[in-house]
């Protein structure tokens, strides 16, 4: 990488005459330079490979009340519905009191202090730290 933060890159020179010829010839598109398109081209495949996409986590708390959380999952691109009952949680997703889905839920700080508040009424849910 150069000192101004550009790095060289090597293409058949007929492949790059034909591209300055392009670049030349339409205007109306805005490319400027070769390197303007090629740039341009690079990102447009990047993009189509999903290459420059950051990578979320895979659970993500949406909301949640004295009664529940619900969990977006990305893997399975779906919102799981965890429900505190007094005789437990349940997992509307996984059909389980006990998944990765509730893990997730009673790990996050704001639905400990419900747990822990449901717990102080006599319901059976998960110590929480």
Sequence with gaps: MSERGYKNISIKTEFAEAIEEFVKNNPRYGYRSIAQFMEDAARKRLEDLKALEVQLPRFEQINHDLNGVKILDRKHRRVADIYFKPEGTWCDLCQQ?????????????DVQEVVRKRRNEGWKLPEVV
């Design 97 to 109: 009191s006990t998944c990765e889905h509730t893990d997730f839920a009673l790990a996050q700080r």
